[in-house]
C-alpha cells in the first residue's frame, strides 16, 4: 500500500519558518520524482517545488529563493523548508511522486501564515 503522509504544518507569522516532510512508503522511492504543491482557498493547485531523480530542482517563481526542496532516499522522505513565509504563503501543501505515469499524493498539510 503506499502512502505518502505530509506533516509539520501549522500557524506561523509574517517572516517565519516551517520545514514540511513527506514520508512515502509503498514505492522504490529513489525512482520518483517528488513534488510539492499548494491549494489556496478559491484558486487552483499550483505547484510549489519539484526534485526529480538525479536530484535536479525546480520552483515556482513565487517561492524561488525562499523554499528549499530536498529529500534523504535513506528515509524516503522529501522536504520543503519555507522561509521568509507571507500570508500569501497561506494553502494545503501536498506531497506528490509520479513515476512512469504512476502519481500518488499526499492528503495535505495545512500552512497558515498570519500575524
Known amino acids: 500500500q503506499v502512502q505518502l503522509v505530509e506533516s509539520g504544518g501549522g500557524l506561523v507569522q509574517p517572516g517565519g519558518s516551517l520545514r514540511l516532510s513527506c514520508a512515502a512508503s509503498g514505492i522504490t522511492f529513489s525512482f520518483y520524482a517528488m513534488d510539492w504543491y499548494r491549494q489556496a482557498p478559491g484558486k487552483q493547485r499550483e505547484l510549489v517545488a519539484a526534485i526529480v531523480g538525479g536530484g535536479a530542482t525546480t520552483y515556482a517563481a513565487s517561492v524561488k529563493g525562499r523554499f528549499k526542496i530536498s529529500r534523504d532516499i535513506a528515509k524516503s522522505t522529501v522536504y520543503l523548508q519555507m522561509n521568509s513565509l507571507k500570508p500569501e504563503d497561506t494553502a494545503v501543501y501536498y506531497c506528490?511522486?509520479?513515476?512512469?505515469?504512476?502519481?500518488?499524493w499526499g492528503e495535505g498539510t495545512l500552512v497558515t501564515v498570519s500575524s
Open positions: 506528490h511522486g509520479s513515476w512512469g505515469g504512476i502519481n500518488y
